[in-house]
C-alpha cells in the first residue's frame, strides 16, 4: 500500500476545505471495505485520504414531512435497524440487509455503495428505483442534488467533482399503496457479490390500474438505470400474469449485450417474475 | 493529520486496558494487533474481508479488522479473543466450541467466537437461521460448520 496522508475531520466544512485544496489526489473512506482491498492492489494510489467516518452530521437517518435523509456515512447495520426505514422505505433494508456479512455491514455504508459505483452495487440500484436524490456539497460548487439514477457515468466512476462530498441522500415518503420488493442472486447465501438483482417498486390505484412502477436491475449492466421500456408495459393497465411475461420479455430484449449475455437471460426473466409476484 | 511517511500515536482501549502504539497511515488494526501488540489470537487470512479470520470486536459490533484502518480505531474499544476467556476460565461459549467439537484446525475459531459472542449479547436465543447468518462472515474449511452452529446453540440453551 502506497503511503498517504490521513486526515480525520470532525465536520463537513473540514471535509470540504481538505477536499478543495487535495480532492484531485484524495481519497475518501467511510467503512472502508471497498477502499482498503483498493488500496492493498494499488488499484487507487491516492496521496491523501480522508475519513469521514467521524463526522456525526454524515451518519443516521431522519425523517421530514415528506421525505426521508440518510446520511452517507450510515452502515448497513444501521439501515437494516432503522425504524424510520422500516416504516418508509423497506426496501432499502432489503437491499443493505444482504451485502456481504454483519462485519461488511457493521462497516459498509450507502455512501460507500453509490462512490464505489460497482456495476454489482446492492443498495444504488434501489435507491435508482426509490427515486432518490444525492446532496453533494463543495466550497467551488457549493450544494447541488443529483438524481440517483444520474450519480455514476461508467463501471466505478461516478460524475461528482474531485472536491465534492456526498452529504446527503434524500428519498421522498412513497404514496400509500406503494410495494416494494427486492431480489438478489449470488454465488453464496452471503458474502456474495451480487450476479443479479432487481428492485421494483409499484403503485395500483384504487381501481387496480398501475399508476406507477419503477423496475432497476443491478448487476446487468455497468450502470444501474430504470427499464422504462419494461415499466411502460404496466403503466395504466390493470395488474395480469401475461402482462409479467410481456414486461419479462421486454426487459430481457432491452438489456441483452456485452454486459449481460444470452445465457442469463432465462433466470432474468425468472427473477423478474419472483419480484413482480410479491408486488403484484 | 499524519503525513506520509510519520507514525501518529494511536490510543484505542483493547480488552479493557487503554493502549497507545505508534502507527503508519497506511497499517491496518489487524497489523497492529497482531505484530505491535503482539495479540497473535485474531488471524490474517485473506486480507479483503472475505474470510472472517480477522473478525474482531469494535465498538460493540463485529469489524473485519483487515479493513480498519489503525487510525480509524482512533479512541474506540477493541476486544479480542485473547479479552474472551483465560486456559483457567473460560468463557461459556469457548467450553461450548471444545465440547462439541466445533474447532479443528483453530484457525477460524477467534473469529467466530468473536461473532458468536456478539451474537448472543443481542440475541441471547437465537434460531438456528439467526446464528447461520451471525456466522455468515466467517469461514471455516475444516468442520463444515454443524458443529459450531450446535455448539452456539447449546450455549444460548444454557444462559
Known amino acids: 500500500m502506497q503511503t498517504f496522508e490521513f486526515y480525520t475531520p470532525k465536520t463537513i466544512s473540514g471535509a470540504l476545505e481538505y477536499l478543495s485544496d487535495k480532492g484531485n489526489r484524495c481519497k475518501i473512506i467511510a467503512g472502508g471495505t471497498d477502499v482498503i482491498p483498493a488500496l492493498r492492489r494499488e488499484e487507487v494510489r491516492p496521496s491523501h485520504v480522508m475519513n469521514i467516518l467521524e463526522i456525526e452530521q454524515l451518519r443516521g437517518v431522519s425523517e421530514e414531512k415528506d421525505s426521508i435523509r440518510i446520511g452517507p456515512a450510515t452502515t448497513f447495520t444501521e439501515i437494516t435497524h432503522s425504524d424510520i426505514l422500516k416504516r418508509h422505505l423497506p426496501l432499502l433494508i432489503e437491499a443493505a440487509s444482504q451485502v456481504g456479512a454483519p462485519p461488511i455491514r457493521n462497516r459498509g455504508t450507502i455512501g460507500g455503495n453509490i462512490g464505489n459505483a460497482s456495476p454489482a452495487a446492492d443498495v444504488l440500484p434501489a435507491v435508482i428505483a426509490l427515486d432518490g436524490e444525492l446532496e453533494l456539497q463543495s466550497k467551488s460548487l457549493g450544494v447541488r442534488i443529483l438524481p440517483a439514477g444520474k450519480a455514476v457515468e461508467a463501471a466505478y466512476k461516478t460524475c461528482f467533482g474531485a472536491d465534492e462530498l456526498l452529504t446527503g441522500i434524500l428519498i421522498r415518503k412513497l404514496p400509500g399503496g406503494t410495494r416494494c420488493a427486492f431480489c438478489k442472486l449470488g454465488r453464496r447465501n452471503a458474502m456474495a457479490r451480487s450476479y443479479m438483482s432487481l428492485s421494483v417498486v409499484l403503485n395500483a390505484g384504487k381501481d387496480g390500474a398501475i399508476s406507477d412502477v419503477r423496475i432497476v436491475p443491478g448487476a446487468v449492466e455497468a450502470v444501474a438505470r430504470r427499464v422504462a421500456a419494461a415499466e411502460n408495459v404496466f403503466i395504466g393497465k390493470k395488474v395480469q400474469a401475461s402482462l409479467i411475461d410481456k414486461a419479462a420479455e421486454t426487459l430481457a430484449g432491452d438489456l441483452v449485450g456485452v454486459w449481460i449475455p444470452e445465457y442469463k437471460m432465462p433466470v432474468l426473466r425468472s427473477v423478474f417474475r419472483h419480484v413482480l409476484g410479491r408486488v403484484l | ?159
Open chain 2, 1 to 159: 493529520m499524519t503525513p506520509m511517511n510519520e507514525k501518529t500515536i494511536l490510543r484505542m482501549k483493547v480488552n479493557g486496558r487503554p493502549v497507545e502504539v505508534a502507527v503508519k497511515p497506511t497499517w491496518t488494526l489487524l497489523r497492529v494487533l497482531r505484530e505491535e501488540l503482539r495479540l497473535t489470537g485474531t488471524k490474517k487470512g485473506c486480507e479483503q474481508g472475505d474470510c472472517g479470520a480477522c473478525v474482531v470486536i469494535m465498538n460493540g459490533k463485529t469489524v473485519n479488522s483487515c479493513l480498519v484502518l489503525a487510525l480509524q480505531a482512533e479512541s474506540k474499544e477493541i476486544e479480542t479473543i485473547e479479552g474472551l476467556g483465560t486456559e483457567d476460565n473460560l468463557h461459556p461459549l469457548q467450553k461450548s466450541f471444545i465440547e462439541h467439537g466445533a474447532v479443528q484446525c483453530g484457525f477460524c475459531t477467534p473469529g467466530m467466537l468473536m461473532s458468536s459472542k456478539v451474537l448472543l449479547q443481542e440475541n441471547p436465543k437465537p434460531a438456528q437461521e439467526e446464528i447461520k447468518v451471525a456466522i455468515s462472515g466467517n469461514l471455516c474449511r475444516c468442520t463444515g460448520y454443524t458443529k459450531i452452529i450446535k455448539a452456539i446453540e447449546a450455549a444460548s440453551l444454557k444462559r
